[in-house]
């Protein structure tokens, strides 16, 4: 009668050895950082030559589009505040600030006329500024803010983006690349492309699901091929830095056993991530996105033709091998389940699957995750961009926010530690609170509490404040003493304890005959 008993603490404790924190303590170089963007954070929308983006003129004209009516004409007030904030990332001990370039304060007419040089001593202030702090910035070209005059002529779905994103890059290469040494071209062009011209959750001027968020993707690919090579060949001898596109996914696991659902969630993960990691990468769109939308535009809707535009086999060389860091932004996880009956038109009648989050799913998802990407994407290097934990209620004593990213950091170091991954580091979202697209100033994201009823948006740091500027300044991510060798038996423990459990378990069979 005592053998369940005995396996049972067993399971327990290989269980609690499996979820616990790793102590070992992270590379002494690992990239320590915090993110912010233009739009959401800088204000001054309409200072010193800025002309609107595509947000600033849909808020303005949409106000009910957020729930409480806000937008992002001051919200943190940083483009006033860069000593702070440079004073702020220094204070947390942070190695790393991402954060983006506005389009429209570099060239207020999107595409036209002269540089603003405004705009540009202000960049030029700000990134030298952290590097005269040792913090590296980590800048974004594209972050969701479109000038809207380019808007005008179609945005992301006119092909003529290309050549107005490159000649807008160069400027920044130019102009910031002695002391940027890390570039994003595009921020989350998933979310960027279904939100804006698919379903219209993001600011836009009108939608056709399951067509325009294609074209957009093509096209955004497309010009950040060519600035990668525009960099690698013209910028990259002399600046020796690197160019990558920021993807955003989540990590989605099968409801149910059943091959359907395994193969729902591998199908997913494939339209969400390889849908711009895959021509990244591969040189192409992956093969089960290329069918199902085919086979979806001929057979079932009856059209002579995908409705996925295809690449030239030109494009693919061009396009194929121009990342150089895996930069990745999560935050949830979620399962995953079979379609059989089919979804209104768009983007996720073609996945044929659907999804519900598992609550704090990704504080254990974000290690396979990581192993699925590196599987996937030739053992490539990884940097996560943004991740983080918000609240609507979040006070100065965030403990939840600790909590979560302690789970966060000990899985990413089991990722390097166990699975043998590569990742250079982690920027948490965000820096300060700010505005949040589709929630306005309702969710807060901030390390740092922002007042927004005082003039100059005092900035409070949270008690998660305090605890990351720790792990920054130690590499431990909590508070018992590191350990700074991987000897220590936790990344070891939990198979040791698989091996004993198998070995009693055959002994008590044994036994029992």
């Not at 121009?322 to 930069?327: A, G, L, S």
């Not at 961009?385 to 302690?406: C, P, V, W």
Request: hydrophobic share 40%.
């Amino acid at each position: 009668m005592t053998y369940p008993f005995v396996i049972l603490i067993l399971v327990h404790l290989s269980t609690n050895v499996a979820t616990s924190i790793n102590n070992h303590r992270f590379p002494s170089d690992f990239l320590w950082g915090a993110s912010t963007s233009a739009f959401q954070f800088e204000g001054a929308w309409n200072e010193d030559g800025k002309t609107p983006n595509v947000w600033d003129y849909f808020l303005h004209n949409r106000p009910d589009f957020i729930p409480d009516k806000s937008n992002a004409d001051v919200s943190a007030n940083a483009y006033h505040m860069v000593k702070t904030d440079v004073e702020l990332v220094k204070s947390l001990n942070l190695k790393v600030f991402r954060t983006s370039v506005a389009w429209t304060r570099i060239l207020p007419q999107g595409n036209e006329g002269k540089p603003n040089q405004i705009a540009i001593n202000h960049y030029k202030n700000l990134f030298r500024l952290l590097k005269e702090n040792n913090i590296e910035p980590l800048v974004t070209l594209s972050h969701f803010d479109l000038p809207q005059k380019l808007s005008l002529y179609g945005g992301f779905l006119n092909s003529s983006i290309v050549e107005w994103f490159t000649n807008y890059a160069r400027i920044c290469f130019d102009n910031f690349g002695e002391d940027v040494k890390q570039w994003a071209t595009f921020n989350e062009p998933y979310i960027w492309c279904v939100g804006a011209y698919g379903v219209g959750f993001l600011a836009h001027s009108k939608t056709n699901p399951g067509f325009w968020e294609y074209t957009c993707g093509h096209n955004l690919l497309k010009a950040h091929a060519a600035v990668w090579h525009m960099y690698d060949e013209e910028f990259r001898p002399t600046q020796k830095g690197t160019v990558s596109l920021t993807n955003a996914a989540d990590w989605v696991v099968p409801k149910t056993s059943s091959i359907e659902d395994k193969e729902a969630a591998e199908r997913h993960l494939l339209f969400r991530i390889g849908w711009f990691a895959h021509p990244l990468y591969h040189g192409n769109y992956p093969s089960v996105m290329i069918e199902n939308i085919k086979n979806i535009s001929i057979n079932e809707e009856g059209r002579n033709s995908s409705r996925l535009p295809e690449f030239t086999k030109e494009e693919i060389k061009y396009i194929k091998g121009t990342n150089d860091i895996f930069y990745l932004n999560t935050y949830f996880a979620h399962y995953a389940s079979n379609v059989i009956t089919k979804l209104p038109p768009g983007f996720d009648n073609d996945i044929r699957a659907t999804i519900e989050e598992i609550p704090n799913g990704i504080t254990w998802g974000i290690r396979p995750f990581i192993s699925w990407i590196r599987k996937n994407f030739n053992n490539v290097s990884i940097m996560i961009t943004e991740n983080g934990k918000g609240s609507t209620d979040a006070g100065l004593q965030d403990h939840y926010r600790i909590d979560f990213m302690q789970k966060i950091f000990s899985s990413i170091r089991d990722s390097m530690e166990i699975d043998n991954a590569t990742v250079l580091g982690y920027t948490f979202w965000s820096l300060y609170d700010g505005f949040e697209v589709q929630y306005g100033y309702k969710m807060k994201m901030g390390l740092t509490y922002i007042d927004f009823n005082s003039n100059n948006r005092t900035r409070i740091p949270r008690q998660s404040a305090y605890y990351y500027s720790n792990v920054s300044r130690t590499g431990c991510i909590s508070n018992s003493t590191c350990v700074d060798a991987a000897s220590c038996c936790r990344a070891y423990s939990f198979p040791i304890l698989s091996i004993i459990m198998a070995i009693i378990m055959a002994v008590l069979t044994l036994c029992r005959c």
